[in-house]
Structure formats: C-alpha cells, structure tokens
C-alpha cells in the first residue's frame, strides 16, 4: 500500500517518518500550508504535493492527519476527486469512522487509526512511537491490512467499535493530559510553599516516574500508596484544612477514585470513616 498524509501537523510528521523508516511505501504530504507539507516531506524524504488531487492519484492510502474539526471539511473537499477503491483514515481519538458519510457509495473504505500517544513534538516524537497502542476501527475490508502496517514495526494494536471512540478517548485523556493537570496542581502548591518553578519540577519528577513505573509494571491498585490507602482520615482532613475550594474538590474528586483502588487493594480493611470524610 502507498500512504499519502493530507495534513502537516505533529502527528503527520511523526507518522510518516516511523513508517517510512520503518519500510513503508509513503509518498507524501499536502497541506494547504505549502512550507509545511515542505518541511514535512524533507524530514521523511518524501515528496510535497501542492495538489491534492495528485496525492490521492498516488496514494492507495490516506491519512487525514488534521484537527478533528477539519476531518468532515478535508472529506468533503476530496469527493471531486475519485475516491473508488480509496483507504481514509484519520487519526482522531474520539472521532470514529462514521465521519465519513456515504463513503460505501463513494466506493470509499473509511477507518480512524489513532496512537495512544502524545505526539508532543513533531521532530523528535518519532524515536519513540513503537510505544503507541494503535487502536483501529472502521470498515471490515482492510481491517487486517491496516493493523498489519503497525504489526510490522512493533507496535501493539486492536480493534475497538465505533460504539466506544468516545468513552476510550476519554479514557486516553485520564492516562495523559488530565496527568499533566494533577501534575501542574502539584507544583503549584510547592510553589506556594515557596519553591520556585524548576525546585517544584526537580522535587516532584522522582516521585512522579517513580510511581509511573510502578503502576506500569504492578498494576494501579497494588502500586498505591498515601493516606487513602493506609486509611489515614486524619491526614486528609488536615489537606483539606489547607486547601483552597477548588483544590479541595478537585483532591476530593481523585480521592474518591483512589479509594475504590484502596479497597481492591485491601478487602478486609474498613474504609468507612475515610469514605465518610471524602463525601463531605
């Protein structure tokens, strides 16, 4: 299969130079932004197509790695062009592959083949994206060919329905960008006990890794530790004493999810007086 990226973006970039370095036949990129369809082709050494219509020629399979607002609109915009026999995928977590309306008619295969991973910088993300989970979804014809393009390199896959894009992204968002939140608010209370910025980050990183790998390698109930699991109400009471209203709910909030770990963790113990300090 030849892929054509429609889309310049972090996620293009890291995309295509892994599966190009990876033996992947990619031609290359179109972006509406010419310079960066440019860049993205000379850091994959591929080709900058400045007509769409020309990569869709070229191309047995297309990526749509644009924003999730732009998928319907890039769609719509490539039915001028013939499309019979055509693989689209986007790259959208919580879209699924019903974006693609009427693409039975159209002669269109449609799918959404996302990366559980942050794609934080699109020059250097590549390097590590054989740790992406790819989840694919969409139709049945070429399930098995486009699971098989990230076999090869490594990386795991599996299949999900479209019924559940929304809850597995929201799922996704727990394990990644809701953690830079918790994360962020931990700092900032350091900061306010006087540490400056990069003190709060080099107090905190130990910990934060640390306990990453733990939970990677044991499983999240039996790498908790803290006043949730040990049952220490006291403790808790006391965090909530120095707490601003906001942060108190949000401690409340992921305390009351760290119990339901505390009590698969330690069935015989009695957890009732923190339940009863959580729910306030």
Avoid: W
Avoid at 95 to 114: I, K, Q, R
């Amino acid at each position: 299969m030849r892929i054509g990226f429609i889309g310049a973006g972090r996620v293009g970039f890291t995309m295509g130079r892994y599966l190009a370095e990876h033996g992947n036949d990619v031609a290359g990129y179109y972006s509406r932004n010419v310079e960066s369809a440019k860049e993205a082709a000379e850091f994959t050494g591929t080709l900058c197509y400045e007509n769409v219509g020309d990569l869709v020629k070229a191309c047995d399979v297309l990526f749509l790695t644009v924003s999730d607002t732009a998928v319907s609109e890039v769609y719509e915009n490539l039915k001028q062009y013939d499309l019979n026999g055509k693989i689209l995928c986007h790259t959208s977590g919580a879209l699924s592959s019903s974006v693609f309306t009427d693409s039975e008619s159209a002669g269109v295969y449609g799918y959404s083949v996302h990366p559980i991973y942050a794609v934080s910088d699109k020059l250097t993300s590549y390097k590590h994206f054989h740790h992406a989970f790819i989840t694919i979804e969409g139709n049945e014809k070429y399930l098995t060919e486009l699971s098989d393009i990230f076999t090869r390199t490594g990386n795991c896959t599996a299949v999900i329905s479209k019924e559940n894009k929304v809850k597995y992204h929201a799922a996704a968002v727990c394990a990644s960008n809701l953690v830079c939140g918790i994360y962020s608010m931990a700092e900032r209370l350091l900061e306010e006990c006087g540490f400056d910025k990069v003190m709060a980050n080099q107090a905190l990183k130990g910990l934060f890794l640390d306990n990453a790998e733990a939970i990677c390698q044991m499983g999240a109930a039996e790498a908790l530790t803290g006043p949730v699991e040990r049952n220490d109400y006291a403790t808790i009471l006391k965090h909530f004493e120095v707490l601003s209203d906001s942060d108190r709910e949000t401690y409340r909030a992921l305390s009351k999810e760290t119990l339901k770990l505390a009590e698969r963790k330690n069935p015989d113990r009695d957890y009732a007086k923190t339940k009863e300090v959580l729910q306030g």
